[in-house]
C-alpha cells in the first residue's frame, strides 16, 4: 500500500487499509487489533453484530459496514456500525436515519454500481448526486463520500476513474465528502491510483476465509 502510494505522487498516511474478517471468528478480530488494527470491515450484519457483541472492549476499533443493506436491518446494522459504506437508495437512508437513537451522527458513503447490471448493489452512475442529496438532508446521517466495487470483467483502472468521476461530482454540493472506499486484495493498487482513500482488504491479510461447511 505505502508503496503503491509513493508512485501515485500520495501521502501514505491519508490511505486507511480497513481489514475485512468476513467468515473469520472474532478471535481474529482480537488478534488483529495486538497487532495494531483499529479499522474492520464485515459484509454480514448478523456477523457484523455477533462479533461486535463479542468485542465489547475493544472500544477504539471502528467497524465498517461494507456489504449490501435490507431495509429491515437498518436498525441493527445502525447499532453495530460506526461507518456504512453501502447506502445506495433513498429507503435505506431513511431507514438508517430513522433508526437514529442517542447515538449521534451516522457516517455513511454513497455505494455506486459501476457495472450495467441494475441487479448489482449501488446507485447507479447518474442517480448517486442525487441520492448524496437526499442523505444530507437526513442530520442524523453524515455523507462521508463514495464506495464502489470494480467490475470483475473490466480493467478496475477505467472502473475507479468513473467513481472518482463521481466523487468529484458529489464533492462540489458536498465538499466535506471527500472519502472514496474502493480497492480490494486485488485491485487496490489502480484505487489508490485513483484516489481511494480507504481500501477494504481482506484475504491479503486474513489468508483465505474458513470453510463454513
Same mark, same amino acid.
Given at each position: 500500500m505505502a508503496e503503491a502510494a509513493r508512485r501515485a505522487g500520495r501521502d501514505p498516511g491519508e490511505i486507511t487499509r480497513i481489514v475485512v474478517t468476513k467468515f473469520h471468528p472474532a478471535q481474529l478480530v482480537r488478534d488483529l487489533r495486538a497487532l495494531g488494527v483499529t479499522e474492520v470491515g464485515e459484509n454480514r450484519q448478523q456477523e457484523l453484530t455477533a462479533k461486535r457483541d463479542d468485542l465489547v472492549d *475493544?472500544?477504539?476499533? !471502528?467497524?465498517?459496514?461494507?456489504?449490501?443493506?435490507?431495509?429491515n436491518k437498518a436498525a441493527a446494522i445502525r447499532r453495530?456500525?460506526?461507518?456504512?459504506?453501502?447506502?445506495?437508495?433513498?429507503?435505506l437512508a431513511d431507514a438508517l436515519h430513522r433508526a437514529a437513537d442517542d447515538d449521534g451522527v451516522l457516517d455513511v458513503l454513497v455505494q455506486v454500481n459501476l457495472t450495467e447490471d441494475a441487479g448489482r448493489g449501488g446507485s447507479t452512475l447518474a442517480?448517486?448526486?442525487?441520492?448524496?442529496?437526499?442523505?444530507?438532508g *437526513?442530520?442524523?446521517? !453524515?455523507?462521508r463520500g463514495v464506495m464502489a466495487v470494480a467490475p470483475l470483467d473490466e480493467d478496475p483502472a477505467s472502473a475507479f476513474a468513473r467513481l472518482r468521476a463521481v466523487a468529484d461530482r458529489i464533492r462540489v454540493i458536498a465538499p466535506e465528502a471527500t472519502w472514496i472506499s474502493a480497492g480490494m486484495?486485488?485491485?487496490?493498487?489502480?484505487?489508490?491510483d485513483a484516489g481511494a482513500t480507504h481500501l477494504r482488504i481482506g484475504s491479503a491479510i486474513t489468508g483465505p476465509r474458513p470453510d463454513r461447511g
Amino acid at each position: 500500500m505505502a508503496e503503491a502510494a509513493r508512485r501515485a505522487g500520495r501521502d501514505p498516511g491519508e490511505i486507511t487499509r480497513i481489514v475485512v474478517t468476513k467468515f473469520h471468528p472474532a478471535q481474529l478480530v482480537r488478534d488483529l487489533r495486538a497487532l495494531g488494527v483499529t479499522e474492520v470491515g464485515e459484509n454480514r450484519q448478523q456477523e457484523l453484530t455477533a462479533k461486535r457483541d463479542d468485542l465489547v472492549d *475493544l472500544d477504539d476499533v !471502528r467497524w465498517h459496514f461494507i456489504g449490501q443493506a435490507q431495509t429491515n436491518k437498518a436498525a441493527a446494522i445502525r447499532r453495530a456500525s460506526d461507518v456504512v459504506h453501502s447506502v445506495d437508495r433513498t429507503r435505506l437512508a431513511d431507514a438508517l436515519h430513522r433508526a437514529a437513537d442517542d447515538d449521534g451522527v451516522l457516517d455513511v458513503l454513497v455505494q455506486v454500481n459501476l457495472t450495467e447490471d441494475a441487479g448489482r448493489g449501488g446507485s447507479t452512475l447518474a442517480d448517486a448526486e442525487a441520492l448524496a442529496e437526499h442523505v444530507l438532508g *437526513l442530520e442524523s446521517l !453524515r455523507l462521508r463520500g463514495v464506495m464502489a466495487v470494480a467490475p470483475l470483467d473490466e480493467d478496475p483502472a477505467s472502473a475507479f476513474a468513473r467513481l472518482r468521476a463521481v466523487a468529484d461530482r458529489i464533492r462540489v454540493i458536498a465538499p466535506e465528502a471527500t472519502w472514496i472506499s474502493a480497492g480490494m486484495t486485488g485491485d487496490f493498487v489502480q484505487a489508490i491510483d485513483a484516489g481511494a482513500t480507504h481500501l477494504r482488504i481482506g484475504s491479503a491479510i486474513t489468508g483465505p476465509r474458513p470453510d463454513r461447511g
